[in-house]
């Protein structure tokens, strides 16, 4: 068995005491210089050296690791926010532990409990759960709610703003001519649906748009959207109802209202027009490409991790909410 290098051997062939040889591959400390920090980091890179991880963590009390709850990685947005986050992390010297909770609030919980009995510095969260978990809160482990954001969850939140979001897409809709205009949704209680759905009435009430409840339909729980969309707006227009367009609460939704249409041979987006929300991998490879609200799950990412480091500083969040800009993006499914 090949023998473990160690900080003394890396000492002895550079020329310099023990001390020196930690602090540069701490990266703490001073006095030294940089040709001293430049000859130390070669010999360590020509014998191999890896850094005693456990013995730093018991140094520090510190794990150097974080929990991500996601929701679902089948989902495209969530897979690109938990592969932005893993990325920002490792740039700062931590590893990430991904569970995903599938929607299932008491998986969610046993997920909390897990990654606080892993001993994680913080977690960041895709979670609808009302309150923090009892583990989270003995061990005072940072907590951020990343996209979503439980009104009775006093945490750190990092969004966009999607009532904004979904004004501005029903807004489009409005303004390339739609009068009949669908909000297709998912039936869960999270506070994102609900506030997309106030964004699209919110829009109608502005240009004097008739609100028939009979509009707001919502898709039952499948682990396959795109196809309960097809099913739910099927049953929507057998009922007889105009429509010229549908505001999608998220891009699969938007994929299973548009593949459905087009193979009933309703021609998109001249008889009706189509808008999701996300931005997702799903709105762009399909044709006619699809309409959506870009969330910036790169942003959205980017943001959480600068506060998540923020909080296990010890600085205290700057407010509740943090809000990160949307985009509107057209695409065919809108064109006049």
């Known amino acids: 068995m090949k023998e473990k290098v160690s900080i003394k051997r890396i000492a002895e062939i550079a020329g310099v005491s023990t001390c ?16 001293t920090a430049q000859k130390i980091r070669a010999v360590a890179k020509s014998l191999n050296y890896i850094p005693d991880s456990a013995a730093k963590m018991l140094r520090e009390a510190k794990s150097y690791t974080i929990g991500l709850l996601m929701p679902s ?21 931590y590893s990430v532990f991904i569970a995903s909770g599938a929607g299932d609030r008491e998986c969610e919980k046993q997920y909390f409990r897990v990654l606080a009995g892993k001993g994680v510095d913080g977690i960041i969260s895709c979670s609808n759960l009302g309150q923090i978990e009892t583990a989270c809160r003995e061990r005072n482990i940072p907590l951020i709610n990343l996209v979503r954001y439980p009104q009775e969850c006093q945490v750190p939140v990092v969004t966009i703003d999607n009532k904004q979001g979904a004004r501005t897409a029903t807004m489009h809709l409005i303004e390339q001519g739609c009068k009949h205009i669908l909000f297709l949704g998912y039936a869960t209680a999270e506070e994102n649906r609900l506030a997309r759905e106030e964004g699209y009435l919110q829009a109608l009430q502005e240009r004097n748009l008739s609100i028939d409840k009979n509009y707001l339909v ?41 593949t459905f249409l087009m193979r009933q041979g309703f021609r998109i987006p001249y008889d009706i027009k189509i808008i999701g929300f996300d931005n997702s991998i ?9 309409s959506t609200i870009d969330a910036h799950a790169d942003l959205l990412a980017q943001k959480s991790c600068q506060l998540m480091q923020s909080l296990l500083q010890g600085e205290p969040p700057k407010g509740q909410i943090h809000y990160v800009p949307f985009d509107l993006i057209k695409r065919e499914s809108t064109a006049s």
């Open 218 to 258: 919502y898709c039952p729980p499948a682990s396959d959207r795109s196809s309960a969309a097809g099913t739910t707006l099927s049953e929507f227009l057998a009922a007889g109802h105009p429509l010229d367009g549908i505001f999608a609460a998220n891009d699969s939704i938007a994929l299973g209202a548009l």
């Open 20 to 35: 020196t040889v930690s602090k540069v591959i701490n990266n703490t400390g001073e006095g030294y210089s940089e040709k």
């Open 282 to 290: 799903y709105s762009s490879l399909t044709c006619p490409g699809i």
């Open 73 to 93: 990685l089948d989902n495209d947005f969530f897979a690109s926010l938990a592969s932005y986050i893993e990325k920002e992390m490792r740039s700062i010297g």
